[in-house]
């Protein structure tokens, strides 16, 4: 079914900025919410940014006011404009596709079903 492909990550200094596209391989419906999470080595995968249906954004507490959501229905792909990078935001990062209809986006791993590789994300100190 639908495929994802992250892309964007790589080596910034402390208070660089990335921006990290999510491709899919094919339409996605209107009515799912797409996500953003990360993974550090030795952590769980953690949440990060979601975006639903009617626009409604929800972000972690870590990247409040640094990291923006967005995406472009048109071309299938969701971006994560990251600004004001922090060592701790080094990690792997994965986009993901909720495909239930939701009002408010959904935070845990598990309401996402289709995931990508992952991109790597590193910020010197």
């Known amino acids: 079914q639908v495929q994802l492909a992250e892309s964007g990550g790589g080596l910034v200094q402390v208070g660089g900025s990335l921006r990290l596209s999510c491709a899919a391989s094919e339409r996605t419906l209107s009515t799912w919410s797409m996500g953003w999470f990360r993974q550090a080595p030795g952590k769980e995968r953690a949440f990060v940014a979601a975006?639903?249906?009617?626009?409604?954004?929800i972000y972690a507490e870590a990247v409040k006011g640094r990291f923006t959501i967005s995406r472009d229905n048109a071309n299938n792909t969701v971006y994560l404009q990251m600004n004001s990078l922090e060592p701790e935001d080094t990690a792997v990062y994965y986009c993901?596709?909720?495909?239930?209809?939701?009002?408010?986006?959904?935070?845990?791993?598990?309401?996402?079903?289709?995931w990508g590789q992952g991109t790597q994300v590193t910020v010197s100190s």
């Open positions: 975006l639903n249906w009617s626009g409604d954004s």
């Open positions: 993901a596709a909720d495909t239930f209809l939701r009002n408010r986006p959904g935070v845990r791993t598990y309401q996402y079903v289709y």
